[in-house]
Each structure stands twice: as structure tokens, then as C-alpha cells.
């Protein structure tokens, strides 16, 4: 049976993975670390590109084991701005589990603390957008799952560097296509850094042809050349953010309140009652997600939203009264759509799941005589503790 997101990883004889899929190593068992800083993070002039900057994003095609993010975090913690935030974003097409990367990455002691901070957060092979935060970085990492065309176009950041990492073009194309050098070109931060190990010649062209200026360097190791290349205009800050008025301390207020704080954005709350006063502070509250059986990206927004509530809610394990929620179909078409919304790769395994109105009634221990959707990482909640 063939699986569309797995990697087929394999090991070599040296312990380096290597990608069934791909037919080529992540990295070099003996100096794959080395390659690592000098391809990527001297390629995009890192740490001086960040100098001074208050927010700076890095873009990688092709997240794989997590090496370089982790050798980039270990960068940012010794040599990032005092105080400023670095927001990562990556794409993987293929994830690897947890358990892999954890092999993979035993590999470079020298980064164990910033390897463990990511296997902390490894998140399931799930299709979409997985935000994972490392606030002891100072950091969040939204890692696409998916292919890099179509994560380049939902994503709506600029990063200020690049790294360039899928497998080479000659053995995947895809990842070096037309529509993932638009990607590049739209998401790029006014003289944005980018770097790669390749220096094939369509690369160059693509890159030169979307107006960034191509420029090739002595290779590491036993290769001779790698790439950078830069953005046209000049790096500038953002501007600094103002203070942001959330009016109302209701659930949604309240949250994105503290979704702003922890970005180091100022914030005021302005509230007529007190917290919670409204429809927020009822007795007991649901969390579940919206299902969208139509649309592919907001159906996995939701269940993403579902998973960040979970962690959330697991800081306050007072205020759940329960887990898992039974939803029962409210009008006719729903029928139909439990069946669908479970089959959603969206969810990992059992997450969502059919129960026929004998299960159902067992479940909720009384008598229902339809099918009813069994979501098993929703809850119940207390709003007022
Ligand atoms: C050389 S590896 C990346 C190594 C990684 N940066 C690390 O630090 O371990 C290339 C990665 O690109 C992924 N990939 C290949 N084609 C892709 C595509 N079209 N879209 C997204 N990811 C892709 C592969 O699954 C693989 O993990």
C-alpha cells in the first residue's frame, strides 16, 4: 500500500536519513550541521541580517528533520536582538513522525536543546497549517503541511531569508517549479536573503528572471558552489506595531488579547461589565470545531483551531469538565456530512468518527435513535472557574 505523505525513510549505513520517496539523504551523517550554517545561515548573512530588528521571518522549502530551523533557533538564542521575535515558517510535503526526526537529530548533540524544543511540538502528518510555538525562543514556527506551491500561496507573510532546501531539481522538479519561484517573488520581504545548496542553472534563471540578484559562492565541503541571491530594495523593519484596542472580554476578546501579548504587542481591553460578563461566561461551554465538508483549507484552519484549544485548555485541566463531544444531527443534511467530516484527513486517526445510534446511546447513556459524530479531542468546558 503506498501512503501520499510519507517519506519512506530509510537509514544509511552511517545513520543519515535518507528519503525512499526522494532517492537522496536529508544530510550528511558526518558534517550535515556544518552544511547547515555555512549554506543556510552564513548564506542568508545570518546573524547581521537580523541586527537590529524587532520582528524577522525565515521561509524554508522543505522542513524535513528540522535541522536547520534547529540550528537556526540555536543561532537566535546566542546571537538573536534582545527581545525581538523571530517567526518561522516551513513547508513539508512528506513529515517525518516524531520518533524519525528524534533519530535524525540525535545526530548533533550541539543543538540538543533546540532539537528537543521542536520534537516537543512535532505535530501530527496532518494536511495544512500547523502553528507550533517555541516561546522560550521567542518564537513561532507555522510549519504547511502540504505541497510548496500551494503552502507559498495560502501563506500571507514576507520572510526576510529563504532556505532553499528541497531535493535537488534534477530529481525534483516540483519543488523549484514556476509557480513556487512566484511564491518566492510574492512572499519576499523588500531585499530578502535567500540561499541554497543548488546551483543549477534553471534555479538561477528562475530566481534572476523574478528580480533577485544571483550571486554564486564557494560550496561547502567537497562541493564546489551554492547560491545566494537577494530581493530587490532595501531590508527595513516593519513598523512598529501601535496599541491595539480589544473592545469586549468575552472569549474571543480575551483571547486574542493574549494571542497579541504573547507577539509583544501592546494591547488594551476595554470592557463595560468584567470578564466573561456576556455569553462567555455561561455555565458550561463547547469546544468544538466548525466542520466545512466543501472547503479543504477552512476545514483544516478549524481542526488546527481545535488542536491550539486543546493545549491551551491542558494549562487549566480545572476548567474541563469533559472530553469528547457527541453531535447528533441537528437537520437532515447532517446525515451526510458526519460521514464526510470524519473522513477528513484533516484529523488524525479516530479523532472524528461515525457512532451508529446503539454505540451513540451507550455513549451518552440514554436512549438516541439516530448516528451521531463522536469528536474525540472536543471538550467541555467551565468558562467561570
Ligand atoms: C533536503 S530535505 C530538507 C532537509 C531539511 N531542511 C532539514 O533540515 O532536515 C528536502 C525536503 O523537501 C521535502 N519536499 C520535497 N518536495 C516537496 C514539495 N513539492 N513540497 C513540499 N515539500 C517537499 C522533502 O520531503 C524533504 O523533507
Known amino acids: 500500500m503506498t501512503d501520499d505523505r510519507s517519506p519512506y525513510l530509510l537509514w544509511t549505513p552511517e545513520g543519515a536519513p535518507r528519503s525512499g520517496r526522494f532517492d537522496d539523504v536529508y544530510f550528511s551523517r558526518q558534517d550535515g550541521l556544518a552544511e547547515t550554517r555555512a549554506v543556510f545561515l552564513d548564506g542568508c548573512g545570518l546573524p547581521d541580517a537580523w541586527a537590529g530588528r524587532g520582528d524577522f521571518t525565515v521561509g524554508e522549502l522543505g522542513f524535513g528533520t528540522g535541522l536547520n530551523i534547529a540550528a537556526l533557533l540555536e543561532l537566535w538564542r546566542r546571537e538573536g536582538p534582545a527581545d525581538g521575535r523571530l517567526h518561522l515558517f516551513s513547508i513539508e510535503a ?34 495544512g497549517f500547523h502553528r507550533l510555538d517555541l516561546p522560550a525562543y521567542r518564537a513561532t514556527l507555522d510549519l504547511a503541511v502540504g505541497d510548496a506551491a500551494w503552502a507559498l500561496a495560502q501563506w500571507d507573510g514576507r520572510a526576510d531569508a529563504w532556505f532553499l532546501d528541497g531535493f ?54 567537497r562541493k564546489r558552489e551554492r547560491l545566494e541571491a537577494r530581493a530587490p530594495g532595501a531590508a527595513a523593519p516593519p513598523p512598529t506595531p501601535g496599541l491595539t484596542a480589544v473592545i469586549g ?72 469538565t469533559a472530553r469528547g463531544v457527541l453531535q447528533l444531527p441537528g437537520m437532515a443534511r447532517d446525515a451526510a456530512r458526519f460521514p464526510k467530516a470524519a473522513a477528513q484527513d484533516i484529523w488524525a486517526t479516530e479523532a472524528l468518527k461515525v457512532l451508529d445510534a446503539p454505540a451513540a446511546s451507550r455513549r451518552l447513556d440514554e436512549p438516541v435513535d439516530e448516528d451521531g459524530l463522536w469528536m474525540a479531542p472536543a471538550l467541555a468546558v467551565r468558562p467561570r472557574l
Request: hydrophobic share 50%; aromatic share 6%; charged share 20%.
Open 168 to 221: 535537488a531539481p534534477s530529481t525534483n522538479p516540483g519543488m523549484w517549479s514556476d509557480a513556487v519561484m512566484d511564491g518566492l517573488q510574492t512572499r519576499s520581504a523588500p531585499g530578502a536573503r535567500l540561499a541554497t545548496f543548488t546551483v543549477a542553472g534553471a534555479v538561477r534563471r528562475g530566481l534572476a528572471q523574478r528580480g533577485f540578484a544571483v550571486d554564486k559562492r564557494p560550496g561547502h565541503g
Open 94 to 127: 512528506f513529515p517525518l513522525s516524531r520518533d524519525e526526526a528524534a533519530r535524525a537529530l540525535a545526530a548533533w548533540p550541539q543543538i540538543a536543546p533546540e532539537a528537543q524544543a521542536l520534537l516537543d511540538v512535532w505535530p501530527q502528518a496532518t494536511p
Open 249 to 320: 472580554a468575552g472569549i474571543a476578546g480575551a483571547s486574542l488579547a493574549r494571542a497579541l501579548t504573547r507577539l509583544g504587542r501592546p494591547v488594551v481591553v476595554i470592557e463595560a461589565e468584567a470578564p466573561g460578563a456576556g455569553g462567555s461566561g455561561f455555565a458550561a461551554g463547547l469546544v468544538t470545531p466548525r466542520l466545512d465538508i466543501g472547503d479543504g483549507a477552512i476545514a483544516a484552519l478549524y481542526a488546527q483551531a481545535l488542536r491550539r484549544a486543546g493545549d491551551l485548555y491542558a494549562t487549566v485541566p480545572e476548567a474541563v
